[in-house]
């Protein structure tokens, strides 16, 4: 943070917080988030009244992935969200077969009138296909000890062996390297500067500043993994799952404390390995990030059934995104830029709050001289521009 610093001009903030209006507009709205939350609530609830198998347990029902890390986006049209969710039993794996409990979170949601003709089997978990636009991936999990988060569950589609998981302890992981310089991030800072200068923040939309450009990140990157791979054969040009792709930019991420940096950043991590595998032929292996068994064939593996075909689709998508974000974000924010890597939906909603927050700041001399260095702080606290105690300048910087 001492070398090489930089200062933010007003263009780049700007910028910084179109994007994050871009992302709010991606993501679930608090509805979806609460009709989710009531759908996983109710199957704990299902399969806690069991009496022939689960009710001998202590289990718990809760989200993984992208809605417990807060990196949601809306499906795009014609299409269902994915809701991950994890069956947790509080008891060792030693005492039942992957097929067993398979088998039993089947049977109780096969016995329900509401499930029962919802369900389908998949390779670990039960999903149940809602009339709606979500479907809900139960993932059944036995503990490997008491003292900690991870998980057996099913192996593949046979269930006869047993694989590592820890939903818990990923979110912990992500969380901690998205939080890094947690209280300087650009938006953050630039929410203070408003509220110091008493401009009127009832109206802002204050999500826009809290989300870490990390989660920014993935949201931006995962809607442009939708486009990108809409139209496209799954076979030829296999999509990259999220967690992949959130473990990637996780894994890149330096601290950045801008969505822009953050972003910049990532592809230029994201192109070595593109290109290491284009013109050398070099695989990358991405494994859960917090399973740390010694021997690596037993760790959990992402990128486990990878083919050839999976590393060029990679590098295509990688190409394809890095080129249409530089002429985004360095060059043009207009409309053919925008539908190029966030679809055609909300661009003049977006811009429209862009020049709406402008419009509340433009002309205020409290901002400015905040901005400049040259407001004061008197005796009783309040800044104003003519006397008291020099304030220091607020500049927006950055690695």
């Not at 809602?130 to 269930?159: K, Q, W």
């Not at 496209?232 to 969505?259: E, F, M, R, W």
């Not at 390995?273 to 859960?288: E, Q, R």
């Amino acid at each position: 943070m001492k070398n090489n610093l930089h200062k933010y001009t007003e263009q780049e903030f700007k910028k910084d917080e179109l994007l994050a209006i871009i992302a709010s507009n991606l993501e679930l709205d608090e509805t979806r988030k609460n009709q989710m939350e009531s759908a996983y609530k109710a199957v704990n609830d299902v399969l806690s009244r069991d009496v022939n198998f689960f009710k001998g347990y202590t289990i718990s029902v809760y989200a993984q992935g992208s809605l417990l890390i807060g990196t949601t986006i809306k499906p795009l049209s014609g299409k269902e969200f994915d809701l991950d969710i994890v069956l947790h039993i509080e008891d060792s794996y030693h005492n039942h077969s992957p097929s067993e409990i398979y088998d039993e979170l089947y049977r109780v949601l096969s016995n329900n009138g509401t499930y029962r003709a919802l369900l389908q089997k998949k390779n670990r978990c039960v999903r149940i296909n809602y009339n709606s636009d979500f479907h809900m991936d139960v993932l059944p999990g036995c503990i490997i000890a008491s003292n900690n988060t991870r998980l057996m569950i099913a192996e593949n589609e046979y269930r006869k062996f047993w694989s590592r998981t820890d939903p818990k302890g990923y979110a912990e992981w992500f969380k901690e390297i998205s939080e890094r310089n947690n209280g300087s991030f650009l938006l953050q800072e630039r929410y203070g500067l408003l509220l110091e200068a008493k401009i009127e923040t009832e109206d802002l939309p204050t999500h826009l500043y809290f989300k870490t450009p990390l989660q920014r990140t993935v949201q931006i990157v995962k809607r442009y993994r939708d486009l990108f791979y809409l139209n496209k054969d799954k076979y030829t040009s296999p999509a990259i799952s999220s967690i992949v792709l959130t473990t990637l930019l996780a894994q890149c991420h330096q601290g950045n404390l801008s969505i822009q940096d953050s972003l910049r950043n990532a592809m230029v991590q994201m192109k070595k390995l593109a290109d290491d595998y284009k013109y050398h032929g070099i695989k990358f292996t991405v494994y859960n990030p917090v399973d740390n068994h010694e021997d690596k064939s037993k760790r959990e593996n992402f990128t486990d059934s990878w083919k050839d075909r999976h590393y060029s689709s990679f590098v295509n998508f990688v190409e394809s995104f890095e080129k249409k974000l530089n002429a985004f974000i360095n060059y043009s924010t207009t409309e053919s830029n925008y539908t190029d890597l966030f679809g055609a939906g909300f661009y003049k909603e977006n811009i429209q709050t862009i020049v709406q927050l402008e419009e509340r700041v433009a002309g205020n001399s409290r901002l400015a001289a905040l901005l400049s260095g040259t407001a004061y702080t008197n005796s009783s606290g309040k800044i104003n521009v003519s006397s008291g105690v020099k304030n220091g300048s607020h500049g927006f910087y950055a690695e």
